[in-house]
C-alpha cells in the first residue's frame, strides 16, 4: 500500500514539474523534499519516458473528457 502511495505522490510531482513548476513550488505544495523533487526532474529529464508517458495519456484522455 505505501508503496502505491509513493508512486501516485512521485507522478503529482512530475506533473507539476512537467507543467513548468518550480522545485520549490512541488516542495511547498506538496511537503515532498528537494531532493525528492530533483529525483523525479531527473527521471523526467533523462529516464525511459515513463512519467512522461502516463502524463500524455492523462491529458488525451482528459481532453476527450473536456470535448464531450
Same mark, same amino acid.
Given at each position: 500500500r505505501h508503496k502505491a502511495g509513493c508512486i501516485v505522490t512521485a507522478?503529482?510531482?512530475?506533473?507539476?514539474? +512537467?507543467?513548468?513548476?518550480? +522545485? /520549490?513550488?512541488?516542495?511547498k505544495a506538496t511537503g515532498a /523534499? *528537494? *531532493?525528492?523533487? /530533483?529525483?523525479? /526532474?531527473?527521471?523526467?529529464?533523462?529516464g525511459n519516458g515513463g512519467y512522461k508517458a502516463v502524463l500524455s495519456k492523462i491529458e488525451r484522455e482528459e481532453s476527450k473528457e473536456n470535448d464531450k
Amino acid at each position: 500500500r505505501h508503496k502505491a502511495g509513493c508512486i501516485v505522490t512521485a507522478h503529482l510531482h512530475a506533473k507539476m514539474l +512537467y507543467d513548468g513548476a518550480h +522545485y /520549490s513550488e512541488v516542495s511547498k505544495a506538496t511537503g515532498a /523534499s *528537494t *531532493t525528492t523533487i /530533483s529525483r523525479v /526532474s531527473k527521471c523526467l529529464e533523462y529516464g525511459n519516458g515513463g512519467y512522461k508517458a502516463v502524463l500524455s495519456k492523462i491529458e488525451r484522455e482528459e481532453s476527450k473528457e473536456n470535448d464531450k
